[in-house]
T-cell receptor
Framework: GAGVSQSPSNKVTEKGKDVELRCDPI?????LYWYRQSLGQGLEFLIY????????KSGLPSDRFSAERTGGSVSTLTIQRTQQEDSAVYLC?????????????????FGPGTRLTVL | SQQGEEDPQALSIQEGENATMNCSYK?????LQWYRQNSGRGLVHLIL?????REKHSGRLRVTLDTSKKSSSLLITASRAADTASYFC???????????FGSGTKLNVKP
């Protein structure tokens, strides 16, 4: 596609429910990132996928958070038993090559985000 | 933390004035990038500067990088009301697949 897309754009859920957030990266981009941004704050890295390699999950805040990337393209971020502190905008980004690798010239393209509100 | 930290947190100027935002970081980097965010949604990449570069220009944007001081600055010249947004710096480490974002500078350009 023309850009990174995310769905839904807004999600309101009740505490304790599970939610799934979807990200469609730019076609051909091998790297995919998930971030979380609380109100008025910077971006918090959650997880990173690169090709078929095992994802870097070091940023996931708890075991209630998981993500997968099917076929090296679409990714789903799942939050189980949501808590009110999970309320935030969840941003997905993709890049063509590994950022910070030997070329070091790539940039990330962000989706519009999913605004999650846990009541 | 390797995060970039922007300074100031908020900046309010009149249209036509220049806006300068600073970013400091702690570890050696491969490159540093500046992003813009409107209304708390997706970020848009503005400019990338590599560790071996000292200055870069793109339109009304000028970025400098001082690796000895571990700092960067973003200058927006002749600001416009449409420049109102939050601006983030992101540091990218060598062979690390993560971007470290700061908490941003909120710029308000008054018409």
């Amino acid at each position: 596609g023309a850009g990174v897309s995310q769905s839904p754009s807004n999600k309101v859920t009740e505490k304790g429910k599970d939610v799934e957030l979807r990200c469609d990266p730019i076609s051909g981009h091998t790297a995919l990132y998930w971030y979380r941004q609380s109100l008025g704050q910077g971006l918090e890295f959650l997880i990173y996928f690169q090709g078929n390699s095992a994802p870097d999950k070091s940023g996931l805040p708890s075991d209630r958070f998981s993500a997968e990337r099917t076929g090296g393209s679409v990714s789903t971020l799942t939050i189980q038993r949501t808590q009110q502190e999970d309320s935030a905008v969840y941003l997905c980004a993709s890049s063509l090559v590994v950022a910070g690798g030997p070329s070091g010239t790539d940039t990330q393209y962000f989706g519009p985000g999913t605004r999650l509100t846990v009541l | 933390s390797q995060q970039g930290e922007e300074d100031p947190q908020a900046l309010s100027i009149q249209e036509g004035e220049n806006a300068t935002m600073n970013c400091s970081y702690k570890t050696s980097i491969n490159n540093l990038q500046w992003y813009r965010q409107n209304s708390g949604r997706g970020l848009v990449h503005l400019i990338l500067i590599r560790s071996n570069e000292r200055e870069k220009h793109s339109g009304r944007l000028r970025v400098t990088l001082d690796t000895s001081k571990k700092s960067s600055s973003l200058l927006i010249t002749a600001s416009r009301a449409a420049d109102t947004a939050s601006y983030f710096c992101a540091t990218v480490l060598y062979n690390f697949n993560k971007f470290y974002f700061g908490s941003g500078t909120k710029l308000n350009v008054k018409p």
